[in-house]
Antibody
Framework: QVQLEESGGGVVQPGRSLRLSCAAS????????MHWVRQAPGKGLEWIAY????????YYVDSVKGRFTISRDNSRATLYLQMNSLREEDTAVYYC??????????????WGQGTLVAVSS | IQMTQSPSTLSASVGDRVALTCRAS??????LAWYQQKPGKAPKLLIY???TLESGVPSRFSGSGSGTEFTLTIISLQPDDFATYYC?????????FGQGTKLEIK
């Protein structure tokens, strides 16, 4: 079955960096595009980044553009999110999600359980 | 694209029929999805392309609407349905979500 497992979250000071990983299994990771979505404590969902199946095309929400970088290693079936210059408002649970096959780019059919990033001094 | 859901909270009883609304700030060409999220869990895809039921989702869930106004309807509410529901537009990036409707037990 499809599984996505995030890791790498934790407590970090403002201005520091963190890299999240998302290990995929149960499907051909080379095929689908992938996304990161976050959810601040007690708040709604916010889409933050997209990467195409081959890693060539990447899109970001404005609030993380220039600070976060999405990447993937298809040989390791792993998705990454490099987060630099972290701010307190980046505090959230970060989910990786798979793009649903044969649909538009932004539709997400499987999600991981999330990893919590807390930015605090 | 801004997504606005109403109501923010809805109280209902088991067996009720409920309708949740989602409005977009511009036309979505029906690229609209609904997700269900329970506390501490990841969202689950229910409906896509405004009205297509995701595989494995019970038929008591249905989606309707077009353009900028969409509805998620749940008939005969079950105890497992009490959760928060989000709409999401995937017409263009950034792929925005509504703020959510929390469905509570009355």
């Amino acid at each position: 079955q499809v599984q996505l497992e995030e890791s790498g979250g934790g407590v970090v000071q403002p201005g520091r960096s963190l890299r999240l990983s998302c290990a995929a299994s149960g499907f051909n990771f080379r095929s689908p595009a992938m996304h990161w979505v976050r959810q601040a404590p007690g708040k709604g969902l916010e889409w933050i980044a997209y990467i195409s199946h081959d890693g060539i095309n990447k899109y970001y929400v404005d609030s993380v553009k220039g600070r976060f970088t999405i990447s993937r290693d298809n040989s390791r079936a792993t998705l990454y999110l490099q987060m630099n210059s972290l701010r307190e408002e980046d505090t959230a649970v970060y989910y990786c999600a798979r793009k649903k096959a044969v649909t538009e780019l932004g539709l997400l059919d499987y999600w991981g359980q999330g990893t919590l990033v807390a930015v605090s001094s | 694209i801004q997504m606005t859901q109403s109501p923010s909270t809805l109280s209902a009883s088991v067996g009720d029929r409920v309708a949740l609304t989602c409005r977009a700030s511009q036309s979505l060409n029906n690229w609209l999805a609904w997700y269900q999220q329970k506390p501490g869990k990841a969202p689950k895809l229910l409906i896509y392309q405004a009205s297509t039921l995701e595989s494995g989702v019970p038929s008591r869930f249905s989606g309707s609407g077009s353009g900028t106004e969409f509805t998620l309807t749940i008939i005969s509410l079950q105890p497992d349905d009490f959760a928060t529901y989000y709409c999401q537009q995937y017409n263009s990036y950034p792929y925005t979500f509504g703020q959510g409707t929390k469905l509570e037990i009355k």
